[in-house]
């Protein structure tokens, strides 16, 4: 049974394509040019004449196959959500001389971001053919305010080994009308959008005025987030990075730390709404005493405050290293320092910085106990998203890249690419835009890092109570899920 359902987002008309199947089986399909466009011509994929694909068994992907969202299941569980398995399909919908594609990178940096770009390049020339591919600069305002820049596989061939985007990026600027007049203006048909939470947002508008217009244009998304806040997919590329260059901030501020007498080292990790980054950093390095989320609510003064425990740990130990993503404990600064209007170009909300404010909390503390206190506060924020992509980052960018390219082939559209289940899908833009993923206090995961940090949990039993109301059990599979549903983190519930 094939059906549309009205998005439950007012401002967004996104028509969802759901399938329903026997034993509560659900596809969250995604959009086809064949959709709105009738009698378009189809072609061999011309990857069956490529001497390096062609040998590979079953290199093409089966048109039915689909990847679960969930793969922990009950006896009698539903089968749940699923999603479009990525990949080269038998037929294509656009000749490769007719292609005219186009990349876009907006929002934040992240490490992979120039990896994806070449990857895009390499799987348009390489594997299918296509010439013309353009570069817009400097995000999404660039498609009518800027010229483009061609790109072929000899330009981007050395850029993965830089940070940033070679294309460069920015915030604000989405303008829907003059982004898809570009577009037909310049007979643009596939187009690139590589980017976070905002971007895809955008893209999913500029998908619903192409397709309001008729227009031949495959629009495809390729999340970027270094936060790790999009929803369904695995993990966000250049993640992995970010917590390896995390590493050497933590490094540094437990050697400082241990040197001094009563050492206290502070780290300032990226995090706007999220603590994934520093939740793994935290325990990845193990030197970290005390990781503070915007998730997990903190408090200063008191019993089984923060400034309890900094004295009771310089007491036991001599020194400590405290890890703080930029989100948490906006609301004390906002409460304190009467901020929190203020939004970027994008409209993102603009922080405070919660770093330099609980270090001189701390240091207050100590100087009105006449304790003394070295404490030292390193902000290597943008030193963990302005460096290139690690090797497995790498590989990851060049698979997305590779997926991607794949489905604008094949005549998806509206969609983004993203690993569910270690598995390449396309996901519908609605999926990834209705809900932030972040870090889930009541599980395991967070569970984990406080009993490696001996921290306390600042949390009341009222407030456990509440949480574990609020979020669904990892465990507990329910009817009728679907993509909407509030997401489990797959990192964070991956259990052996
Ligand atoms: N709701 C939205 N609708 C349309 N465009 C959006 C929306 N939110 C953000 N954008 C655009 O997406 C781009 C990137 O958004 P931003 O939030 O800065 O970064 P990110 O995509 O990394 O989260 C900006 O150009 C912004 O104007
Ligand atoms: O200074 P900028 O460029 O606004 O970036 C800061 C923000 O970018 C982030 O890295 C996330 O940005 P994106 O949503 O663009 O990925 C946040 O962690 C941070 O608050
Ligand atoms: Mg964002």
């Known amino acids: 049974?094939?059906?549309?359902?009205?998005?439950?987002?007012?401002?967004?008309?996104?028509?969802?394509?759901?399938?329903?199947?026997?034993?509560?089986?659900?596809?969250?399909?995604?959009?086809?040019?064949?959709?709105?466009?009738?009698?378009?011509?189809?072609?061999?994929?011309?990857?069956?004449?490529?001497?390096?694909?062609?040998?590979?068994?079953?290199?093409?992907?089966?048109?039915?196959?689909?990847?679960?969202q969930k793969v922990v299941v009950h006896k009698d569980s539903p089968r749940g959500t699923h999603f479009r398995r990525a990949g080269p399909r038998q037929k294509v919908y656009f000749s490769s001389d007719e292609v005219h594609a186009c990349i876009v990178t907006c929002g934040g940096l992240c490490p992979g971001l120039n990896t994806v770009i070449r990857e895009l390049v390499c799987a348009l020339?390489?594997?299918?053919?296509?010439?013309?591919?353009?570069?817009?600069?400097?995000?999404?305002?660039?498609?009518?305010?800027?010229?483009?820049?061609?790109?072929?596989?000899?330009?981007?061939?050395?850029?993965?080994?830089?940070?940033?985007?070679?294309l460069g990026t920015s915030r604000g600027?989405?303008?829907?009308?003059?982004?898809?007049?570009?577009?037909?203006?310049?007979?643009?048909?596939?187009?690139?959008?590589?980017?976070?939470?905002?971007?895809?947002?955008?893209?999913?508008?500029?998908?619903?005025?192409?397709?309001?217009?008729?227009?031949?244009?495959?629009?495809?998304?390729?999340?970027?987030t270094i936060d790790n806040d999009i929803p369904v997919i695995d993990r966000s590329f250049g993640f992995d990075t970010a917590v390896e260059e995390a590493q050497r901030a933590i490094n540094a501020a437990h050697v400082e730390a241990e040197s001094a007498e009563n050492g206290v080292g502070v780290v300032k990790l990226m995090g706007r709404y999220c603590g994934f980054i520093a939740m793994y950093a935290t325990l990845a390095s193990r030197d970290v005493d005390v990781c503070l989320i915007p998730e997990?609510?903190?408090?200063?003064?008191?019993?089984?405050?923060?400034?309890?425990?900094?004295?009771?740990?310089?007491?036991?130990?001599?020194?400590?290293?405290?890890?703080?993503?930029?989100?948490?404990?906006?609301?004390?600064?906002?409460?304190?320092?009467?901020?929190?209007?203020?939004?970027?170009?994008?409209?993102?909300?603009?922080?405070?910085?919660?770093?330099?404010?609980?270090?001189?909390?701390?240091?207050?503390?100590?100087?009105?106990?006449?304790?003394?206190?070295?404490?030292?506060?390193?902000?290597?924020?943008?030193m963990i998203r302005a460096i290139p992509s690690n090797a497995s980052d790498s590989v990851y960018c060049t698979l997305l890249a590779q997926s991607c390219v794949h489905g604008a082939m094949a005549g998806y559209t509206g969609y983004t690419s993203g690993l569910v289940n270690g598995r390449q899908t396309y996901i519908p833009f609605n999926c990834i835009n209705e809900k932030r993923n972040h870090v889930v206090i009541t599980d395991r995961m967070w569970a984990r890092l406080v009993s490696s940090t001996n921290q306390p949990s600042f949390l009341g039993s009222v407030v456990i109570a509440k949480a574990k109301e609020e979020e669904q059990p990892q465990t507990q599979l329910l009817d009728g899920e679907n993509c909407n549903d509030e997401k489990i983190n797959e990192i964070g519930t991956h259990e052996n």
Do not use: C
């Open 1 to 68: 049974m094939k059906g549309n359902k009205e998005n439950s987002n007012g401002s967004n008309t996104q028509m969802m394509k759901v399938e329903n199947g026997d034993d509560g089986y659900v596809l969250e399909d995604v959009p086809h040019l064949n959709d709105y466009l009738d009698g378009l011509p189809t072609y061999p994929n011309p990857l069956r004449s490529n001497p390096a694909y062609s040998v590979v068994k079953q290199y093409f992907v089966n048109d039915d196959d689909t990847v679960p």
């Open 296 to 382: 997990s609510p903190f408090y200063l003064e008191g019993e089984g405050g923060l400034f309890e425990y900094v004295e009771k740990r310089l007491k036991e130990d001599g020194h400590m290293v405290i890890v703080i993503a930029e989100g948490a404990g906006q609301d004390l600064l906002d409460k304190e320092l009467g901020l929190g209007k203020e939004q970027d170009a994008s409209g993102n909300k603009l922080l405070a910085d919660n770093g330099l404010w609980v270090t001189q909390k701390i240091k207050d503390y100590f100087a009105r106990k006449k304790l003394s206190l070295t404490l030292k506060y390193i902000d290597p924020t943008y």
């Open 125 to 166: 020339y390489h594997m299918y053919g296509v010439t013309r591919v353009l570069g817009i600069e400097g995000g999404y305002r660039g498609f009518y305010s800027r010229n483009t820049i061609s790109l072929t596989p000899k330009i981007v061939n050395d850029i993965h080994k830089r940070g940033g985007t070679i």
């Open 173 to 224: 600027g989405h303008d829907t009308m003059k982004i898809v007049d570009s577009i037909q203006d310049r007979g643009i048909n596939q187009v690139y959008i590589i980017g976070g939470d905002g971007t895809q947002k955008g893209a999913a508008v500029i998908f619903e005025e192409v397709r309001r217009r008729g227009l031949k244009v495959a629009i495809a998304g390729i999340p970027k």
